[in-house]
């Protein structure tokens, strides 16, 4: 199972990012995804989660701000972030439950992690 993010970049106060994650390999069911974020001397952090039935939840400090989404044809997670400010600058990694076959539980999986950086 690999997660591969993608979208992240440097912008400017204020404006905006969309990043992609998306499950590959040997799959047999997704169930939750999220993207986590990581600043430089801080710990990882939630941002938002979303159900396989698409409920999100959200970090108090992006409601608003961000928008989390995915497409359970393709396996994929986006993250549509508008307003951004010089603290969500990080690494930004997707995760994901996955089920790889039907002999085995639902575990954890990791992308590699995109960089955001704004910039006032």
């Known amino acids: 199972v690999q997660l591969q993010a993608s979208g992240g970049g440097s912008v400017q106060t204020g404006g905006s990012l969309r990043l992609s994650c998306a499950v590959s390999?040997?799959?047999?069911?997704?169930?939750?995804m999220g993207w986590y974020r990581q600043a430089p001397g801080k710990e990882r952090e939630l941002v938002a989660l979303?159900?396989?039935?698409?409920?999100?939840t959200y970090a108090t400090s992006v409601k608003g701000r961000i928008t989390i989404s995915r497409d359970n044809t393709k396996n994929t997670i986006y993250l549509q972030m508008n307003s951004l400010r010089p603290e969500d600058t990080a690494v930004y990694y997707c995760?994901?439950?996955?089920?790889?076959?039907?002999?085995?539980?639902?575990?954890?999986?990791w992308g590699q992690g995109t960089q955001v950086t704004v910039s006032s």
């Open positions: 390999g040997s799959i047999f069911s997704v169930s939750g």
């Open positions: 995760n994901a439950e996955v089920k790889a076959s039907w002999l085995t539980v639902y575990g954890p999986y």
């Open positions: 979303i159900s396989r039935g698409g409920n999100p």
